[in-house]
């Protein structure tokens, strides 16, 4: 197999994350590095035996690259991504969101579509086993026809002050706890639920904290299939962890708790409790599929509380909670030249340029909604 040939652009947290992951997987050889702040280029090239550019465009006419990870602040992924695809690249690893308005999304992805690239966008939630969990249960029914969502992902307030240290209010004002963390939300909620799609927003925001880029935003989501969710993201939060991630999904017969990275001493973990006409085998072979696929998941039949603990219903739980460490999906994924590689089977394909553009255009609408105050319906539903 031949070597894949690495260029990120962006050497600051990500791409530093994706240069040293690519550098360590045999599949790949990161050779260009290329960042405004040159020095920074260099410092990450020096670590991953690359050649540290300044711009884009400059490690393009360098380096023969096959796959471009572009790491670039929220606003700045256009221009890169752009570069790569005129560059001729085979892939595009693009970090989340693709982009923060839907016409550069649109912009990038008839770009890739016409030079036929392979897009993906890293949506690196999907990777974590109480997500992935929540998938197979969802898709397979066990908890019935989806009815609601509630998801709420906050960052500690240090991050709008301090996680790009100096730069941090500029990076931040650019972007909002829609962009960077609803993304998430958005993007997990449609992986869930697919092939259900937004098809109407409402949305507030809060600004009275933090001055330069909103305190929160907090919406609701209509879907096509009748479906109703809340998201919320804040980046007020006063909490010990860097990050706290809840979501709950009630079905017609089951519903789902996962809680990731709790504030306040709360435990991280997530349960399911099952449609309560599945069988114990049914129950089983749901938990059985779960483990084969490296979750480690307990399941029992408990005292249905739902009918007064006369019948017995399946209930799953996450005995510990984690996420996939090899992190070679998108290298792989390169290699095999497919959406979906030997080592991400069953859970659908890996997040690509479509479903961030599908994320990109719920996102906008729902900052739409909130500067108007007005519900905002997506085009073409
Ligand atoms: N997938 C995830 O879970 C996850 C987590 C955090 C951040 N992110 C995303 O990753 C992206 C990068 O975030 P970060 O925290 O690494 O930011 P960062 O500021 O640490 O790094 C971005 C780097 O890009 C450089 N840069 C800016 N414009 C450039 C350009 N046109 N050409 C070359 N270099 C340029 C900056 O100098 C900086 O060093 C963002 O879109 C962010 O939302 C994803």
Redesign the pocket.
Known sequence: MQTIRVGV?????????HAQTCAANELAKVTGI????FE??QKLADKVQATPY???EQMFAGEKIDLAV?????P??K??FLLAVDAGVKAILC???LATTTSDAEEMMLAADRAKVRVFV????RFAWLYMATHHIVQQGYIGKPVYGEARLDDNISVPYR??GD?SKD?TSV?STA??LL??VVDLLHWFFAPARVEAVYAIKHQEILGFTPDLYDGYLFWNNGMKSRVKAEWIKHIENLVEFYVCLGGATGSIVAHRRPGYGGREGWRAMLDSQLSTDAVQSAARWLSENDLPIKSQMIPDPTCGGEQQRGYLELEKPGERVDDDLFLQAVAEDTDTPSNWQGFGPLPSGEDGLKTVRVISALTASADTGQMVKLAGI
């Open positions: 652009v962006g050497a600051g947290i990500l791409g530093t994350h290329a960042d405004l702040r920074q280029a300044t711009t884009a572009i790491a670039t602040p929220d700045f992924h221009e890169p970090e989340k969101p890293n949506y690196a939630n996680l790009w730069r990076w972007s962009h960077f993304t998430h």
